[in-house]
């Protein structure tokens, strides 16, 4: 392993070895070699190299004494900054844990002290005066209004940062993360990354590839607003990123391999293969961590998908290539994979440091004439001790000291401005929208039609989700032709269109990377994953990226999204473990995470009107889990009862209606004061059932139906509960892990003193067949378990 000390003495060394040019070139002339790059563009791509070196020497200073907090190093990867100077400052890009020159590039790019060296776009018309909002001027621009009361926005003449501000401005950011300040730029000290909205870089996790499917489904994204879609109309705009914006994504050889960048790259090369446009450049930065030549094999084998390579220790090499790649994804709107050979130093990996970039671009500086050895020495000294004095300065800033701070941009709930969306759009479904929405649904809106099953439910909320959001887009594997396996999203496609309801290729990750980048682009992503079985393999696109967006970028940056899936347990084990699954607790284990259960038709179609208006107004990530069992089914106590159906609502009652997160609904049956159910999606039907037959023995039962189990209705649980003094918690997830153990432990740490007792599934997966009857619970398990509890 190169040490940080090793790898700085020989830089320094080299550095002085090379000695003055031989003939001295203007900084304002092209390379040499025909390439488009000028000595200035080159000497300014070494500062962002050696800016992000030093900041890994920083970074193990600082760590040195307990103050750095975060040692992933760029070093090798410096020249992934001519990458940055091939696109423009406009164009998203997300990057990898070692991208440290790009993101120094990009903020010099952003500051105009790099120029942009590919067209820029047409200008957009100056907005009319009194269509300008004060938060979204200029720089130092102002409103000044006449005697007249007319408004006029100045902007005054501002001096351009020199490339030196520039640069001590990006390293500022990257210290204040490393050593956790409160005042970095992105995540505020919950982390180190690259990020900030003002440079359209969007923060990623360090987990290899899990970036990579949002990157997708931004591409997608864009182009479908480019091409006429509209952006959800809710507090936050949508991206403002050109009309022609590529997205590039940085990852390292290391991703390659793992199964989200597998799906990640397959997507893009499938909707390519079936004529819809992706404009996303995929940056590979190959450290050698793969067997030799299989990165190329890989890349250069993905249908749909154009191979470009350089040497990324070469910055001419590197702007020659990546502003081909470039180009060719902006024109031709399809994607492009940028596979840059690099060197791994420090760390854990042992590289070549003859192969330094920094080292290869000073010679390059030298040989062509711009610039000694020694004064690109006095360049990497003057910066560091630059650094060094940044580094000094953040020390001093503060750092994250309570949970309100850590948690506030997490998932913030403002039901009251929630509980509004839900009136305004009740108000426009029954005022201006109400021809529209007649139309719709063919002359006879769903309040017309009689008593809805659950799924009919849900498929007349999801319409009308879509008639009053332009931006929402339903999609999943199936669920445009065919209605989705269970037919719950039929006849939406012939609604609303192919560009609003389409099918997808059946890979839970990617689905999710859609939503995920479709969100980030001010769209309202409901993406549908056919089993709950099959949303456990894509789960890190929902704990990793989804939920951790505003936590890595203080809220800049948002990804709403509602995710339905059908899921819970059918008595019956049609399909076995693949179509019988309960596992609901990693979902509950994701902070910020809304997690809706609807049982009855009654509740689902406003708790997704909930879920929907969450989403626009806090960003919120729902997963809305629709049991699998109730979806069609019609009678509560006997057959032809027609008890577990319902009128759908209409309008002018929605927001009377309203079911805001984590209040939970309670059924009275008998005198209700003696026994108290708590429960939730299947479990409701089945203690409504039990709670009957106990009246019938004198036993009155208030069951309380969760509704969300994501925040959980405390304060219901702990009401209900204190009213009987005895609580039976009945949980169709496993009893290791299910939500009767949040439950419980709710009681415990409220004071709770009554008697409890919980009905729960046994610790197994679901059998085929009769033999799931043997695992699952059943109304007379809840009626044996409550008379046990009666009797105490």
Known sequence: MTTPHDLDD??????????????????????????????????????????????????????????????????????????????????????????????????????????VTSPEPE????????????GSLPVGAGIVVDADGDATVVVPDLPQPSPDDAFAAAARDVLRGIVASAEEPAAGGRAK???????????????????????????????????????????????????????????????????????????????????????????????????????????????????????????????????????????????????LSAVRLMEHCDGDAARDPLLATARLLVTSGYAGGEELLARYDERGWQLRRVAEEVLDEPKLVSPVEIVRELAPRRPVRVSRAVA??????????????????????????????????????????????????????????????????????????????????????SILGLGLGAGLAGLLPVPEIRHLTLLHGAEDQLRGEAATMRFLSRGAFRNPMVVRVPGLASPEGLGGHDRNDDSLGALRDVPGLVVAVPARPDDAAPMLRTCLAAARVDGSVCVFVEPIALYHVRDLYTDGDDEWTAEYAEPGAWADRHVPIGRARVYGIGSAEDLTIITFGNGVRM?????????????????????????????????????????LVVDETRRTGGVGEGVLSALVDTGYVGAARRVAALDSFVPLGPAARQVLVSAEAITQGARTLLAR
Not at 52 to 68: K, M, P, T, V
Not at 440 to 463: R, W
Not at 701 to 717: C, E, M, Q, T, Y
Request: aromatic content about 6%.
């Open 193 to 339: 990354v690259f990020g900030r909205a003002d440079l359209a870089v969007v923060p990623t996790t360090s987990t290899a590839g899990s970036h990579l499917p949002r990157a997708v489904g931004l591409g997608l994204a864009l182009e479908r607003l480019r091409r006429g879609a509209r952006p959800a109309d809710g507090e936050a705009e949508a991206a403002p990123w050109p009309a022609d914006a590529v997205v590039v994504c940085a990852f390292d050889d290391a991703a390659v391999d793992h199964a989200t960048a597998t799906a990640a790259l397959n997507t893009a090369g499938w909707y390519d293969h079936t004529g819809l446009r992706i404009p996303v450049l995929f940056v590979c930065a190959d450290g050698g961590a793969s067997a030799e030549g299989w990165v190329a094999a890989t890349l250069r084998a993905r249908p749909g998908i154009r191979y470009f390579a350089a040497d990324g220790t070469d910055v001419a090499a590197t702007y020659r290539v990546a502003a081909e790649a470039a180009e060719w994804v902006r024109r031709q709107r399809r994607p492009a994979a940028l596979h």
């Open 424 to 509: 305004e759009a009740a108000a426009h479904a029954a005022g201006p929208g109400a021809g529209a929405r007649a139309e719709a649904f063919g002359g006879k809106p769903p309040e017309l039609t009689g008593p809805l099953t659950l799924a009919q439910s849900i498929n007349a909320a999801l319409a009308d989700g879509m008639l009053d959001h332009p931006g929402t887009a339903v999609f999943g594997h199936d669920v445009a032709a065919r209605g989705g396996v269970y037919g719950v999203t039929e006849g939406l496609r012939d609604r609303f269109g192919a560009a609003r309801v389409f099918d997808t290729l059946p890979d839970e990750t």
């Open 123 to 134: 200008p957009e018309p100056e907005p009319e005066p009194e269509e300008t909002e004060a």
């Open 687 to 727: 203690s409504l059932r039990a709670a009957a037959t106990l009246a019938e023995e004198g036993v009155g039962s208030r069951v309380v139906d969760l509704r969300w189990l994501a925040p959980l209705p405390v304060a219901d649980i702990i009401r209900e509960s204190s009213a009987t003094g005895r609580v």
């Open 10 to 115: 020989r830089l320094r060394a080299e550095l002085a070895a090379l000695g003055a040019p031989d003939q001295r070139r203007d900084l304002g002339e092209p390379l040499p070699d025909g390439g488009a790059l000028t000595g200035a563009q080159a000497l300014a791509l070494f500062d962002a190299q050696l800016t992000s070196r030093l900041l890994d020497l920083a970074g193990r200073w600082l760590s040195g004494f307990g103050e750095g907090y975060y040692t992933i190093e760029s070093a090798g990867h410096e020249g992934d900054a001519a990458v940055a100077a091939a696109l423009r400052p406009t164009d998203p890009a997300l990057l990898h844990a070692r991208s440290g020159a790009f993101y120094c590039l990009r903020a010099a790019q952003a500051a105009g002290a790099f120029p």
